[in-house]
């Protein structure tokens, strides 16, 4: 189930300056919190050599 924000604004203002300080948490890309990723192409190389 995804999060859902909801917001009632009062004015184009308030509209934009929530959606600017709500877009400084978008993700900006994939992070490997982990650190599986290497395991992953260690393995995968070893499994489907030349892929």
Do not use: C, K, Y
């Amino acid at each position: 189930m995804q999060a859902q924000l909801t917001w009632i604004d009062l004015t184009a203002a308030d509209r934009t300056r929530v959606r600017q300080v709500l877009d400084l948490f978008a993700e900006q890309g994939t992070v490997d919190e982990l650190g599986l990723g290497s395991l992953r192409h260690a393995l995968s190389n070893a499994l489907f050599p030349g892929t």
